[in-house]
């Protein structure tokens, strides 16, 4: 057990000093019925894949829990309606295919502490084994940009659209969980590239 | 999946050419796209010869560079590049400055040859895009002249020069000796000042200078100079600025190299054929000037191979005929005395547009005042005779149609001219509108200019004609230009079957007709094509980027149409068989035609929206 821990602690440390710029990463998006992974649920899974500063879109994916059972909030926030849901698959299923990118690719997220919350306490509930590399949050890169450069931080300044907008990146008007997880994808190449500006670029910089 | 990815598939179906596809077009291309975030640092990752790309802009802003550093253009949201290497297999030539990064769409070789193949207007829209900036960046490169070569290329004298401290006399025995008309005055190697046949007159002899004195007594100090790498153009300059005749011209280390002389520039702009004309207009009879006409062939063939631009060749064999036609009416007089009345000779069709060819024949008239004598319009007669009978003999045959001073329909007073225009205005049978398009291209000669102007004013007045000017765009419409729906070619056949483009009756006839319709709406008193697009700038019946269209097209269709003289496979004249185009010129062909079609589409629907 603590030889794994400690296994896992080297592998990270020395994951850490690689170039972040050439990495591979899996950048996910959560649509969901509610904000507490206690008593609300998935509704879709969506995720990009990053390879060499380069989005592959012909690896996009988007899941639609099949076994959703409330559809709280509004069905036009996220487009997805309860006949949609009908078309969709099984959780399991869909976490086994989303993990099967875990082993070989570093996970984004805009605000991981919500949706890396909900899909650990998925993958223990579908006992689906899940052990990230690492995970990185743009939400949380440009939150420590801004502190670095004095900025005051409101509460409306690291939602993902004004993240993006401090890049000049384009502003998506829809909110489906694709189209977030590319916006957040974006985000990160634009962050990577603002912060390492022509320099060697190493991940640890991105925590 | 696809059509989930919203934003992108929105943004991909706003921007041509999928805005005119079916989605699927889109749907496939966002399925296979891959999106970066472009910037200084790392578009050298992207941008790979050995894997080519279409990038397409989704916010950011870059300039298109070439490989010499100027800026082709700049791309914004929406924008493509990348597609001449995807579609030639050339390596990329040219570069991106990021002025601002941004997102990009890319899509890799298959997907786009998958999409090309796929979709005919996906295909159309590349090749097209393709064809105009190749078109707009051989404008650019048209500009080598000779005043842009370097001076040492010029320069063909050694250094005349001598000491400061030499005497006056020795300098014009040196002069004398290399035969120059000025001498360099150095020390040590380095230039201190210049002497020339001028001085000597100026400074030595009318002020009675003792010439045993120093030479640098009455040299020019420190004399402007220019350096052996600078450009003909810079030394043309300093002269006419500061008018002198003589510039040393210096190496790097400022050591003495040669003199360039003003003659020397005047002998590099004058080629040839500014000769033979001189000669022309000084030549004393008949038979010299038909001697000067036979060596035009033969200058000509000699020209055409180092020049660029090759609508110069029309204006060349234009300006010969102009000045035989000009001396042999001198002649005429010389013999027979000076006109009784003003008279003016006038030229019309190809010699009007200065478009003429070794064999194109005479279209020429006479101009005269109303209510002449017999005795004058006899006179009239005579010179009308002898000037088109030796136009022959010089080389220029007969026009099959009479169009020809020699005959009494073309030697007509001005109300008589204005009469027959006006028939042909008036009533646009089939043979008025082939009259117009001869006799509206119309250009002074000889004689009195007053009396050109008089009638061009009478001209426009009656000219001015709606109706006219509808029948005009019907005739232009009916003659098609030889493209088809998906761009392919349309082709004729000759009696062996031969398959072929007629690049003048199909091209350049109705760009020419076109041009002329418009300038007779804007009331332009001009008969070159090229001119009256430039004229047409000025109007706004035409908006200048299709102006520059037709400009263009007519530049590539002449320039095409000049190869169709040496052509091999016994085709008729001015025929091309597009077969034998590399691709690139396929692509561009079929690109001028595309632009004509739609200029021609343009006109009928400006002129003619009423008859048709």
Redesign the interface.
Known sequence: MVKRWLNRYFARKQLLGENA?TQRYLVIDLELTGLDPKQHEIVSIAWVLID???????Q???AINKDVRHLEQSPVYHGIAQQDVATGQNLTAILAALSSHFADAILVFHNATLDWGFLKQAFQAKGVAAHPKLILDTFHIEKKRLHQQGHEIGLDDLTLSACRARY???H???H?A??DA??T??LL??Q??QI???QQLKLAALL | MNNEQQEVAQFVLAQMPFSDLDSSATDYFVKHLDVIYLTRENQTQWLQSASPKLFLIRSGLYDLVDAKGDVITRLAQGDYFGFPSLLTGEAIKNRLEVQKEGIVHMLNQDAFDYLRREYKPFEQYFVRAHANRLLSSHYKSQNDSWSERKISELMSRKAVTLSPDASIRQAAKKMKEHGVSSIMVTEYERLVGVVTDRDLRNRVLADEVDPLQAVSSIMSAKPKFIFENNRVFSALHLMLKHNIHHLPVLDEHHKALGMITSTDLLRQQKSDPVQLIGRIYKAHSVTDLKRYAAEVPELLRSFSHNIDDISLIGKLLSGLTDALTSRLIYLFQEEHGAAPTSFSFICFGSQAREEQTLHSDQDNGLLLPDDLSEQHQDYFRRMGEFVCEQLVECGIRRCPGNIMASSELCRMSISDWCDKFFTWIKSPTPQAMLNCKIFFDLRFIEGSTALYTAFCEQLTRISRNELFYAAMATDIKSNSVPIGLFNQFKLEKDAKQHKYIDLKKRGVVIINDIVRLYALKAGIRRANTQERLDALLKHDLLNNHDVYNLKDCWRFLTQLRLRTQINEEGLPSNCINPDKLNSLERHQLKEAFYLLKLAQQAAAFKFARGSL
């Open positions: 710029l060499n500063q380069c989005i592959k879109l012909s996009a994916q988007h000049g990146l384009p998506y008007g829809c489906h694709l189209t590319m916006a994808a974006e190449l634009a990577c590239h390492s500006r022509g």
